[in-house]
């Protein structure tokens, strides 16, 4: 494809969900309704750890108005002996994660739900049920739960052959660890601590469920998944698939926070028993106590380089909380950690240690940014040792083309080299800097993945083109696939509809998760319109009587070639769909791939920042992100992606953290109390797209949505040190750490 | 407890409600009147997912009980485009990709309209500190200040 030809691919058009979600029409998970619809509440464990002695939901039952009443013992049960893999989720730990089964696990742990005919009255008849609970010691932070006389959250977790909490482990290896570090001339070792981040969606977890008298069940929820959510509602609740259609509703954003279900088996079963469709809709208490977040870490990371700035070794341990299920993302941390980076010998583990809050869900480029946070500090000590420019450290040891990564691969070409010397020549890396104002850098990676995905376009009778696809749209991904059908058919993307199908009118279609959507989308849409294009030129040949080979399609219009050139006037999409039923019947294709290909992604930051040494108050004042975006179909959506990780990075890095009270419990649970980032703390936001397309896909795609996370934490870190002197391998770098790390003698020197 | 009888008028429309004394603008918004571009992010007024106007005061759904409403003039965002013509914020919105997900976009499309009709010419600043009540976790804000500042500016153009 010719791109200085290009109409639609590289334009940042009009979204086609645009117009609905900005007059309020589009319709987000809590805004359905159904006649006879009746409310569902989940009643939640108050202690972090506690065995459930019994449940008696009699009184429930009585109340006036209440049509149903599910505990554990309705939901299936997976033992714990036999693993039930559903992509990177297992059904054992699922289904203890929706209800609570032999112990409550964290504080806000669902123990039964309730239906009623108003919520009002559900949340009365949650009160009736009484439950006889043993409470049990509990651990919440990883050095309590990793103690040897640790509370043990399951008798069947064991670790080195004794009772544990460490639920897995994983080790990345290459080289000779032992022989590289001899090798080193400076050698830097930190020990790190991140905490759990909410994913932060504004829009709270909601679902309405009918379950029909034959047993066909409508699922309407927000996920980042409607194949994901027909897949586990039917393990937990035994209803066969094709019994369930799932229809996915907007999403008000997920971040991987909505790639695994919470309310849906619930409500589904309420349905069930009381014969009544049943809405359930989470309180942000709900989702603050219950839902995500990503894990909190405690890391240790070693590097050793040579004096001439040439990285010989890098050993890192990676604990991560999972909470209180196994399945903490220990292979992002631990496998993208030092993967931006060529580097002989290394030694990358990570440990998967449960404990007492809620069980962690995806957060966009799971587990890498804690990885590259301990990583990229160090980086950063050691440029300082070695008096070489963080950035000229990085470039000098940037994996590129043929680099054998510790996690596996071998890269094909990458653009991580162009994001660091671009970052190296732009006029933010030589702007001046005023008193206790800093800069810092960081770079990052992540995996991008493939998958499975589906499409469908047609072609409608007056000439228009409906592409439908399976994957939840979360920030655009219908605008970009509507450039990319419009470009290949040679028409007005505004004559493309793009519509997300329900799990009964498109093909098994994976996750909206690691940054596949638009990348894979892309395939099967663009495998479709090709065969589409191929009847349009058929169905004109047989209309003038020639071969099918010997008609192009070009600018939206068949052409006869070669021989025939000028032989008959062009013919439009829209000619040639009036006369569809003649020549052949309807025209459309489908395609349906499990699509490899994706290849990794890598950013470089710079990021600024002012730190009031009063207060300690630390303030970004300018932030620019350097990525390769493999080819940006909407520059725009792209823009936005590595702004808006930019932000929740900086939210990570400065704020955002979960308080414990006394009890185990949450005691920060609201947007008021869990800062993340608003509008007033933030500087405009500069994106950097470097395109290097991917070799692998038809439009270059590279995924896009993650690896904007991934380097910001540790370039905050950074710029801070920068600023006045002092290393924080702590997260959040909040006003109160901040001002107890600003001793006199640091704020001496930093004048 | 009986309910209470609400008469007040909803973006131009007279409107009338029956709601409990503890009702939330909301809650009664997205339920009996079916207008459920106001979103609930919190229900504790942190979000501003749910912003409307009450008597063209900028205020948070959640935080107001329903009785307030009687008598007074609440504008939502459905109430914002004049039939098929958007108001230039919302096609601002579009043009410059100020939404992803779109959750946050009501509430930030009713509090940008709000600062707008008082002050045609914001500053960066005052923009930022005006949308400072209105969550988004999506955009990182950038593309929402451009798309307000710009808008400003081509309404104060067309004033002249």
Known sequence: MNEMTNSWIGKSTIRPDGADKVTGRAAYAADTNMPGMIWGKVLRSPHPHARIISIDTSKAEALAGVKAVVTAKDIVDFPVDTPVPLGIQDMRWMCRNVMAREKALFHGHPIAAVAATTEAIAAEACKLIEVDYEVLPWAIEIEDAIKPDAPILHDFIQFEGKPSNIAGTLEHKLGDIDAGFAKADVVIERDFNTRPIHQGYIENHACLVSVASDGRTTIWSSSQGQFMVRAMTSFLTGLPQSDIRAIPAEIGGGFGGKTIIYLEPLATILSKKSGRPVKMVMTREEVMRATGPTSGSMSTVRIGATKDGKIVAAQGVFYLQAGALPGSPIRGAAGCAFAPYDIPNVVSRGFDVVSNRSKVAAYRAPGAPIGAHAVECVLDELAEALNIDPLDLRIRNAAREGTKAAHGPVYPRIGLLETMEAAKAHPHYKAPLGKFQGRGVASGYWFNAGGESSAQVNITEDGNVVVTTGHPDVGGSRAAIANIAAELLGIDYRRVSVLIGDTATIGYSNLTGGSRVLFASAMVVTQSAEQVIGQLKARAAKLWGIEADAVVWENGEARPSGDHTGNFPTMTLAEIAAKATATGGPIGAGVQLNTTGAEGGFSTHICDVEVDVDLGIVRVIRYTSFQDVGRAIHPAYVEGQIQGGAVQGIGWALNEEYIYNAKGQVDNPSFLDYRMPVCSDMPMLDAVMIEIPNPKHPQGVRGVGEVPLVPVMAAVANAIHDAVGKRFFSLPMSPPKVLEGLDEGTLQAAE | ?160
């Open chain 2, 1 to 160: 407890m009986a309910k209470l009888h609400v008469s007040t008028t909803v973006n131009g429309e007279p409107s009338e409600f029956l709601c409990e004394a503890s009702d939330t603008m909301l809650d009664v918004l997205r339920g009996p009147l079916g207008l459920t571009g106001s979103k609930e992010g919190c229900a504790t007024g942190d979000c501003g997912a749910c912003s409307v106007t009450l008597d063209g005061r900028l205020v948070c759904a959640c935080l107001m009980l329903a009785v307030e409403a009687d008598g007074a003039e609440i504008e939502t965002i459905e109430g914002m485009s004049q039939g098929e013509k958007l108001h230039p914020l919302q096609q601002k919105f579009l043009e410059l990709a100020a939404l992803q997900c779109g959750i946050c976009t009501p509430g930030m499309l009713v509090a940008a309209k709000s600062l707008l009709e008082q002050n045609m010419n914001p500053t960066e600043t005052e923009v930022r500190y005006w949308l400072a009540g209105n969550l988004c976790r999506c955009t990182g804000y950038d593309k929402i200040v451009h798309a307000v500042l710009d808008t400003a500016a081509e309404m104060r153009e067309a004033a002249r």
